[in-house]
C-alpha cells in the first residue's frame, strides 16, 4: 500500500516539474487527477483493506508505577479420577442357636404285676389208714377212729382254684382249696391252704415251683372221715402262652419275660400231698388248668 502511494506522488513530482519547464509535456489537472482517482479505484478494487485490532494504550496511575506482570501460565493438573469407595464388608451376624432344652423325664418306675389266678381240675385219690370193719358207719377224728368207721378208697373229681403272687421269678406265694364235686361220695375233700411257692425258670416260657404250706383238710362220707391242719406239699410246671414285651420304663429288676414279668394266658399241672402226717389217710391230688397272669 505505501509503495503505490510513493508511486503515485513520484508521478505527481515529474508531471509538476514537466509542468515548469522542463521536456516533459505538461499534465493538466483533470488528467492528474483521473490518475489519481483510477489509481485510487484499482486499490479499492484489488486490495482489501487490512483489519488491524488496535493496540490499547497502556494506562498509567500516579501512585503506583506500572508493572508488567509476566504472563500467567495456568499449570494444567489432570483431574484426579475419583478412587472408589472402599466396599465395606458388613460381617453377617452369627446366630448362635440356643439348643432346644429337651425335658428330662425320669423313667417311670415299674414294678410288675405278679398276680395270678387259675382254675383246674383235679384228680383225688382217697385210702383210708385204719383197721376199720368194713361195715362200719359214723366218723371220728384223725388217728382216733371209733367203730362206726370203715376203711376203703375212692378215686373222684374235684375242682381247683388257685390264686398267687410272684415276687420274682424264683418265688411266690399262693393260696389254693379243693374241693370233691360229687356230694354222694364216701370221702368228700375240702382242702384250703397257703403256700410258700419256690419257682426254677427252665426257659423263658417254661418254669417249675414246689409248694411248701399249711393247709386244713376235712374228709367226710362213710369213710374214715378227715378233720386236720396239717402240712401239705406239691410241685408242678407252668406254662407261659403269652408273648412278653417290655413297657417304657425301668424295671425293678431285669426284664426278662419270666415269672411276675409275664402278662397273658398259661397252663399247669401240678401234684398236692394234702395231709403230710403220720397216720393219716392217703389225701393225694393231680389237677391241671388254666392261668391268667396280670
Do not use: W
Amino acid at each position: 500500500m505505501k509503495n503505490i502511494k510513493l508511486s503515485m506522488i513520484a508521478l505527481i513530482a515529474i508531471g509538476n516539474i514537466a509542468y515548469a519547464g522542463g521536456d516533459i509535456a505538461p499534465v493538466t489537472y483533470y488528467e492528474t487527477h483521473d490518475a489519481v482517482d483510477a489509481s485510487i479505484a484499482y486499490e479499492e478494487e484489488v486490495i482489501e483493506p487490512i483489519y488491524q485490532e488496535p493496540i490499547p494504550e497502556p494506562v498509567y496511575l500516579d501512585s503506583e508505577p506500572i508493572i508488567e506482570s509476566e504472563p500467567i501460565v495456568e499449570e494444567i493438573v489432570p483431574k484426579a479420577e475419583p478412587k472408589p469407595a472402599p466396599v465395606v464388608v458388613q460381617p453377617k451376624p452369627v446366630v448362635v442357636k440356643q439348643p432346644v432344652p429337651i425335658p428330662v423325664s425320669t423313667p417311670k418306675s415299674i414294678s410288675p404285676s405278679g398276680f395270678y389266678a387259675g382254675l383246674g381240675i383235679t384228680g383225688s385219690r382217697y385210702q383210708s389208714n385204719c383197721n376199720c370193719p368194713d361195715s362200719s358207719n359214723g366218723s371220728s377224728n384223725l388217728g382216733s377212729p371209733s367203730k362206726s368207721q370203715r376203711s376203703g378208697k375212692e378215686n373222684n373229681v374235684a375242682a381247683l382254684v388257685r390264686v398267687g403272687y410272684d415276687f420274682n421269678r424264683y418265688v411266690g406265694i399262693e393260696a389254693r382249696g379243693i374241693g370233691t364235686l360229687d356230694s354222694g361220695s364216701s370221702a368228700k375233700i375240702s382242702h384250703m391252704g397257703l403256700f410258700v411257692k419256690p419257682m426254677i425258670p427252665i426257659t423263658d416260657s417254661l418254669n417249675t415251683y414246689g409248694l411248701v404250706g399249711l393247709a386244713k383238710t376235712k374228709v367226710t362220707g362213710s369213710y374214715q372221715n378227715v378233720d386236720a391242719e396239717s402240712l401239705a406239699l406239691g410241685g408242678g410246671f407252668e406254662l407261659d402262652l403269652s408273648t412278653d414285651t417290655p413297657k417304657e420304663g425301668r424295671y425293678s429288676r431285669n426284664f426278662d419275660g419270666q415269672g411276675d414279668q409275664e402278662k397273658g394266658m398259661g397252663l399247669f399241672v401240678d401234684y398236692e400231698r394234702l395231709v403230710a402226717k403220720q397216720n393219716s389217710p392217703d389225701l393225694d391230688t393231680v389237677s391241671a388248668g388254666v392261668t391268667y397272669d396280670f
